[in-house]
């Protein structure tokens, strides 16, 4: 609640679970066929192979759908696993490897009290995927 800056009042008055849940869904079957195994989602963010995908797999299955894999592949695009490879030579230098701390290294701009807000952080996440995939994407010397 501190690091989100939220309180249980705000809490109390979000919308259930199973409310958000199925909103959610709604949404996804907007885009995706849950029925048609060639129509899925990536799911990309920042850690989520280690946080995220499990995080949201048990959401799922707390709402009684065991169906996570007709939404998303499994293998998911995990940008800080693909910042390990870009920034390899350099990590033993850096303090932690959080998403803030990354970006920086990146040389992106972070506005400190913009983080941990979602759609902030959405976007730290894609400056840092964009900056991997223009490297990966130059002609080898």
């Given at each position: 609640m501190k690091i989100a800056g939220v309180t249980i009042e705000a809490i109390s008055a979000y919308p259930t679970m199973q409310e958000v849940y199925q909103l959610f869904v709604t949404m996804l079957a907007k885009y995706v066929d849950k029925y048609d195994k060639t129509d899925k989602f990536f799911l990309i963010g920042y850690n989520n192979a280690a946080f995220d995908n499990a995080f949201l797999r048990a959401w799922f299955v707390q709402n009684g759908d065991s169906y996570f894999?007709?939404?998303?592949?499994?293998?998911?695009?995990?940008?800080?696993?693909?910042?390990?490879?870009?920034?390899?030579?350099?990590?033993?230098?850096?303090?932690?490897?959080?998403?803030?701390?990354?970006?920086?290294?990146?040389?992106?701009?972070?506005?400190?009290?913009?983080?941990?807000?979602?759609?902030?952080?959405?976007?730290?996440?894609?400056?840092?995927?964009?900056?991997?995939?223009?490297?990966?994407?130059?002609?080898?010397?």
């Open positions: 894999g007709s939404w998303f592949w499994a293998n998911g695009i995990d940008v800080m696993v693909m910042a390990t490879e870009y920034l390899l030579d350099r990590r033993q230098k850096m303090i932690d490897f959080k998403l803030k701390t990354v970006a920086l290294e990146m040389g992106i701009p972070v506005d400190e009290g913009r983080l941990h807000d979602a759609s902030y952080d959405i976007y730290l996440t894609w400056s840092i995927y964009h900056i991997i995939n223009h490297y990966r994407k130059k002609p080898a010397a």
